[in-house]
């Protein structure tokens, strides 16, 4: 499911709209405000994606000199299983944090320490051809989100397993999202939406209206006619494979990582997940994705309070039943789009915003 922005808003006496681009994190963000002249918009602008720019170069596993980078570095070795101890920013803290809070919840279907099998499924694609599976066992060995351990008085990490390498892909895009709205606050600018790569971190809505207008647009379907959700002060994430795979002998591979297979996802599929932040709809759009429609239909148990409805399908029969996955995360919505024996089929967890038909996104907004 692809997210584009349409803006339905009256706009005020003497907010104008502006709209920034730059290049971070392997794709292009765009930070769209109103602020009331152009030297405001600059500054609050330059600001944001100065804050996103530095994100980037710390959680990136791709430069071999980002804090990401040197932790990964400190993990054991096969002769020496101690590991050490490393301070780290308060970003990175966060980060690691929550990822390892939703990979309890998950139980492992979301998980950073799958580095070293992204690196191998990263090779693949480019290559177009399928991990060795003798990698592929070794690169498993490195895998357990259990095994980063939190040292909180102190803000350190230590890695435990030997030749663990993390990777924060599910989860970093959000997060800078979230700081770069923070930022554009900072600076007086509150009617803001930052976009980093689709995931979307959303402020107050533009001036006249009730929020900002997200269209969700099915995937791989150009003929389909769009839908929209109105929202504000929120994190919006589309996580599937549209775009990255890998396709060998008929079967498709996502870039979307099961970890707890070490294999690319074959089951095509896309989830869009509303969240209070856009780093926890980042995590948990990818995390949908790697449980399915069968064992991720979050719905409302009790006020504030997420479970995990599982239904899983044996012949003709089906059965369902409650986990309590995802209770620690109030406000989550969910629509998993996936193909079922070539047809497709929709998922909205009962709590999703109300949907309303959209216009197509038009071609004509203005780029600052």
Same mark, same amino acid.
């Not at 803006?7 to 971070?24: I, S, Y």
């Not at 405000?33 to 405001?40: L, M, N, Q, V």
């Given at each position: 499911?692809?997210?584009?922005?349409?803006?339905?808003? &009256?706009?005020?006496?003497?907010? /104008?709209?502006?709209?920034?681009?730059?290049?971070?994190?392997?794709?292009?963000?765009?930070?769209?405000?109103?602020?009331?002249?152009?030297?405001?918009?600059?500054?609050?602008?330059?600001?944001?994606?100065?804050?996103?720019?530095?994100?980037?170069?710390?959680?990136?596993?791709?430069?071999?000199?980002?804090?990401?980078?040197?932790?990964?570095?400190?993990?054991?070795?096969?002769?020496?299983?101690?590991?050490?101890?490393?301070?780290?920013?308060?970003?990175?803290?966060?980060? =690691?944090?929550?990822?390892?809070?939703?990979?309890?919840?998950?139980?492992?279907?979301?998980?950073?320490? $799958?580095?070293?099998?992204?690196?191998?499924?990263?090779?693949?694609?480019?290559?177009? /051809?399928?991990?060795?599976? =003798?990698?592929?066992?070794?690169?498993?060995?490195?895998?357990?989100?259990?095994?980063?351990?939190?040292?909180?008085?102190?803000? &350190?990490?230590?890695?435990?397993?030997?030749?663990?390498?993390?990777?924060?892909?599910?989860?970093?895009?959000?997060?800078?999202?979230?700081?770069?709205?923070?930022?554009?606050?900072?600076?007086?600018?509150? /009617?803001?939406?930052?976009?980093? #790569?689709?995931?979307?971190?959303?402020?107050?809505?533009?001036?006249?209206?009730?929020?900002?207008?997200?269209?969700?647009?099915?995937?791989?379907?150009?003929?389909?006619?769009?839908?929209?959700?109105?929202?504000?002060?929120?994190?919006?994430?589309?996580?599937?494979?549209?775009?990255?795979?890998?396709?060998?002998?008929?079967?498709?591979?996502?870039?979307?990582?099961?970890?707890?297979?070490?294999?690319?996802?074959?089951?095509?599929?896309?989830?869009? $997940?509303?969240?209070?932040?856009?780093?926890?709809?980042?995590?948990?759009?990818?995390?949908?994705?790697?449980?399915?429609?069968?064992?991720?239909?979050?719905?409302?148990? #009790?006020?504030?309070?997420?479970?995990?409805? $599982?239904?899983?399908?044996?012949?003709?029969?089906?059965?369902?039943? =409650?986990?309590?996955?995802?209770?620690?995360?109030?406000?989550?919505?969910?629509?998993? &789009?996936? =193909?079922?024996?070539?047809?497709?089929?929709?998922?909205?967890?009962?709590?999703?915003?109300?949907?309303?038909?959209?216009?197509?996104?038009?071609?004509? /907004?203005?780029?600052?």
């Amino acid at each position: 499911m692809l997210i584009a922005l349409v803006l339905a808003a &009256q706009v005020g006496a003497t907010a /104008q709209r502006f709209e920034f681009r730059q290049p971070h994190m392997g794709s292009v963000v765009t930070i769209t405000f109103y602020a009331d002249d152009e030297a405001t918009a600059n500054r609050a602008a330059t600001a944001a994606m100065a804050r996103i720019g530095a994100l980037d170069r710390r959680l990136t596993d791709y430069d071999p000199r980002s804090e990401l980078s040197r932790l990964s570095a400190s993990s054991p070795t096969r002769s020496d299983a101690s590991g050490r101890w490393l301070p780290i920013s308060g970003d990175l803290w966060t980060v =690691l944090d929550a990822a390892r809070r939703i990979g309890e919840d998950s139980d492992g279907a979301f998980d950073i320490t $799958v580095g070293h099998l992204t690196r191998l499924w990263r090779r693949a694609r480019r290559k177009h /051809q399928l991990p060795d599976p =003798l990698d592929l066992a070794a690169a498993e060995q490195s895998v357990g989100f259990e095994h980063l351990q939190f040292d909180e008085a102190h803000r &350190q990490v230590r890695l435990r397993k030997p030749e663990m390498r993390l990777d924060l892909g599910g989860i970093a895009k959000g997060y800078a999202a979230d700081q770069a709205l923070m930022e554009l606050k900072r600076s007086g600018v509150r /009617q803001a939406l930052v976009n980093a #790569a689709g995931n979307l971190a959303l402020g107050d809505p533009p001036p006249g209206s009730i929020g900002w207008r997200i269209v969700l647009a099915p995937d791989g379907d150009p003929t389909a006619f769009p839908e929209s959700v109105t929202l504000k002060n929120c994190g919006v994430a589309t996580s599937g494979d549209i775009w990255q795979f890998l396709e060998l002998d008929g079967k498709r591979y996502s870039h979307i990582l099961d970890p707890r297979t070490g294999v690319g996802l074959t089951t095509q599929a896309s989830a869009t $997940v509303i969240a209070p932040s856009a780093m926890l709809a980042d995590a948990l759009a990818t995390t949908a994705c790697v449980l399915g429609p069968r064992t991720f239909e979050p719905v409302r148990e #009790a006020a504030n309070d997420i479970a995990n409805h $599982v239904d899983r399908a044996t012949g003709e029969r089906t059965e369902s039943r =409650l986990s309590p996955a995802f209770r620690r995360w109030p406000n989550v919505h969910v629509r998993l &789009q996936w =193909l079922d024996n070539g047809e497709a089929r929709q998922f909205n967890s009962s709590d999703f915003p109300a949907i309303e038909p959209a216009d197509p996104v038009p071609s004509n /907004q203005p780029v600052r």
